[in-house]
């Protein structure tokens, strides 16, 4: 007769930050709302000290549960990063809204693409903790790390295809298109981390139209 091995028990602790954020978690099974919490501990502890200087302990502690639950819901501390990576990260939605901008045939392209940076930037500054962890890359194990780099790569790339598109429609002005998106990705990136946007969605339009250029 087979036994199921029974989760440890754990005490939560309150949430504070945003109500319906926490709300949502309280509404979560206890398991899924167990595993969340220690996410959210590791993601921030990994921001604020780096990976190799996170121990578990710390994690279980800040997330108010005790320290096996770590090797209950993940194995190992490296597990636990890489499904920050996999179920945290906001750059797939990035990509999507970029593909999505590539089918709009009646779009002007300076416009979409300050629409897209300006998207990108808010994203990140909703997601500071996680900006903080990507400034740690050298400080990742090489599975999260190559998982940033392909996803950060996919984002370049339907930049460049957009643009691509863009000019051969006659849209925009002959670019390198491959250097104005690794640009157009890695200032607004710098931009969130160091909050150098006094006015984030007028500078990303004066960012877009120096990159860009006018009308053809």
Do not use: W
Not at 95 to 121: K, M, N, W, Y
Not at 144 to 163: M, S, W
Not at 192 to 203: G, I, M, T
């Amino acid at each position: 007769m087979s036994h199921e091995t029974p989760e440890p028990e754990a005490t939560m602790p309150d949430v504070e930050g945003n109500d319906d954020a926490s709300s949502q978690t309280r509404d979560l099974p206890e398991p899924r709302r167990t595993r969340e919490h220690l996410q959210d501990a590791a993601l921030e502890l990994f921001a604020e000290r780096g990976f190799e200087a996170t121990t578990t302990k710390l994690i279980a502690e800040r997330a108010g549960v005790p320290n096996g639950l770590i090797y209950y819901y993940f194995g190992t501390k490296e597990k636990l990063l890489e499904t920050l990576f996999a179920e945290r990260t906001f750059l797939p939605d990035l990509q999507a809204r970029i593909t999505s901008a590539g089918l709009d045939q009646q779009a002007d392209p300076h416009v979409t693409l300050t629409q897209i940076c300006t998207e990108f930037h808010a994203a990140l500054q909703r997601n500071q903790p996680f900006v903080r962890l990507l400034s740690h890359e050298e400080d990742l194990r090489s599975v999260a790390r190559q998982q940033v780099r392909q996803l950060a790569d996919h984002v370049i790339t339907l930049l460049e295809v957009f643009l691509e598109e863009a000019q051969q429609q006659g849209k925009l002005r002959r670019l390198d298109s491959e250097m104005v998106a690794h640009a157009l990705f890695s200032s607004i990136l710098i931009g969130a981390r160091f909050r150098a946007f006094s006015e984030p969605p007028r500078s990303i339009e004066r960012l877009v139209a120096a990159l860009v250029g006018g009308t053809p």
